[in-house]
């Protein structure tokens, strides 16, 4: 039983593309999370939201807009797709923000290409 | 904010030896330290963690150190195994803040 899904697993698009990447968990958190790993393996936070509501926006470009309709889904819609995007993207959850001894759950992530 | 900085970026151990991963941060106020695994085509993984007011902590073959006044923290393999091939992140959590992972170390345990 998959604790935090991910979905497309993989997504080969042309620049210019719009495009989606869907995340499901169905552990009660209350956080969920979008990462990046870029191709040396770096893991780079991009958001965070607490029950629906966006707490954590680090630097990201505007083509990148995260949605959650609930606690249990956070999705990540990509607009005008560059080359520069293509990335593994990982979707994680917690059941607090940050609290001593909380553990991230992660997906087991979107491998984008753009071409 | 926040900045981890972890070393090796590549290991490679034979079958049986020992492992050594570091990693410095730069937030005195950081209080919990996490390493998490990563296996090939699939999301990082706790492995162990460590928080501030403990200098050790163990779990089977794998161990964490943890140097407040220093402000860097290692994770321990011994005995490796083949199975222990993977990439290793360490990472901060500050209480309330985000979980900020270092570079991360691709350990390579040859039979």
């Known amino acids: 039983d998959t604790a935090v899904s991910q979905t497309p697993k993989y997504l080969v698009t042309q620049m210019g593309n719009d495009k989606s990447i869907k995340c499901e968990q169905n552990l009660g958190h209350d956080t969920m999370y979008w990462y990046k790993q870029d191709s040396k393996k770096f893991l780079k936070i991009m958001f965070s939201y607490n029950n629906k509501e966006l707490i954590i926006n680090e630097t990201v470009p505007n083509r990148f807009s995260p949605k959650s309709p609930d606690k249990a889904h956070l999705n990540l819609h990509i607009n005008s797709l560059e080359l520069g995007d293509s990335a593994v993207y990982f979707c994680a959850s917690s059941s607090v923000q940050g609290a001593l001894g909380t553990e991230a759950f992660f997906g087991q992530g979107t491998r984008l290409t753009v071409v | 904010g926040e900045n981890v900085e972890q070393h090796p970026s590549t290991l490679s151990v034979q079958e049986g030896d020992s492992a050594v991963i570091k990693c410095t941060y730069s937030?005195?106020?950081?209080?919990?330290f996490p390493w998490y695994k990563q296996e090939l085509g699939k999301g990082p993984q706790l492995i162990i963690d460590i928080r501030s007011n403990v200098g050790e902590k163990k779990d089977q073959r794998i161990a964490v150190t943890l140097n407040k006044t220093a402000k860097h923290f290692s994770l321990h393999i011994t005995e490796t195994q083949p199975e222990d091939s993977a990439v290793y992140f360490c990472?901060?959590?500050?209480?309330?803040?985000?979980?900020?992972f270092g570079q991360g170390t691709e350990l390579s345990v040859k039979p």
């Open positions: 937030d005195s106020a950081s209080n919990y």
């Open positions: 990472a901060v959590w500050p209480l309330g803040g985000k979980l900020i």
